[in-house]
């Protein structure tokens, strides 16, 4: 079963690391805040190290 990318938006600070390292999933909506918008526009493991783990709030999930 695939994993999906998801961003706790209350948690997030608008930082832009997600956006900037991965502009093909992750985007900011209206509010200003990241979010996932394709999952599989890369790999788990580039979401998982330029996106997750670079996150300075932890605010970017898997969701199975």
């Known amino acids: ?3 999906i990318a998801w961003v706790d938006k209350p948690e997030c600070i608008s930082c832009g690391l997600c ?3 991965l502009p093909d999933v992750f985007r900011f909506d209206d509010s200003g805040k990241a979010e996932c918008f394709d ?5 788990e493991d580039k979401i998982q190290s330029e996106a997750i783990e670079t996150c300075p709030v932890s605010c970017i999930h898997w969701q199975e």
């Open 19 to 21: 956006v900037g390292n």
């Open 39 to 43: 999952s599989f526009a890369a790999t």
């Open 1 to 3: 079963m695939a994993k």
